[in-house]
Structure formats: C-alpha cells, structure tokens
C-alpha cells in the first residue's frame, strides 16, 4: 500500500535522483490518472496535491488553460487525495506516454 511515507520520503528520493524533468503521474485504482505538479501537505491517511489539467496543454492556450495570481504564478487544481485510492506511482522522465510503469505498485 502506499502511504505517507511513499510520498515524503521514496518519491522524493526518486524524483531527485532523476536527471531530466519527470512527470509524477498517479495511477488511482477507478482507473484516473492525475499528474501531479507538487505535493502540498501529507497527513497520515492523505495528502494535498496541486495537479495538472488532466488534458493535454496546447502551448499557445496554456494562459487560458491555467490562471496567474496577482503575482504572476500559476494556479493550479488542488486535490486532498486518500493514499488508498492510489493504485501505484509512475515517475515518467520527459514523456508521460511511455508504456512500462516505473515507481511503486501496490
């Protein structure tokens, strides 16, 4: 199963140890897949994440696609995700689309 643990010590481990940009994909067990863009807070049983549109992103619309604060940041969808519902982690280097799963399966 993977728990808090997976996530603030495993996945962070992996992801740096990655010398390319990843993509952290969650495989959720209903079959849904989120990308994720970062985790937020982690408590025992879930985890807030910021996540990316689950559509591809059209460079030329991505400031339609995802709003800025007044800083100039991007806002991202935030999700309290239940680490029961993750079914395993995929930490994808580039490319999202590759078809072996890496990362942890439950």
């Given at each position: 199963m993977i728990n808090r643990q997976a996530f603030e010590e495993?996945?962070?481990k992996f992801v740096g140890q990655?010398?390319?940009?990843v993509t952290v994909e969650l495989h959720l067990f209903n079959g849904e897949v989120l990308y994720l863009q970062c985790s937020i807070?982690?408590?025992?049983?879930?985890f807030i994440g910021?996540?990316?549109p689950n559509k591809p992103l059209d460079p030329n619309k991505?400031?339609?696609?995802?709003?800025?604060?007044?800083n100039?940041?991007?806002?991202f969808d935030r999700l309290?995700?239940?680490?029961?519902?993750?079914s395993y982690v995929r930490i994808a280097a580039a490319h999202p689309q590759t078809t072996s799963?890496?990362?942890?399966?439950?």
């Open positions: 495993v996945l962070k990655m010398e390319e940009s807070e982690h408590y025992d049983g879930f910021s996540v990316f991505i400031d339609q696609e995802i709003p800025k604060n007044q100039g940041q991007r806002v309290i995700i239940s680490y029961e519902a993750i799963p890496l990362g942890f399966v439950s």
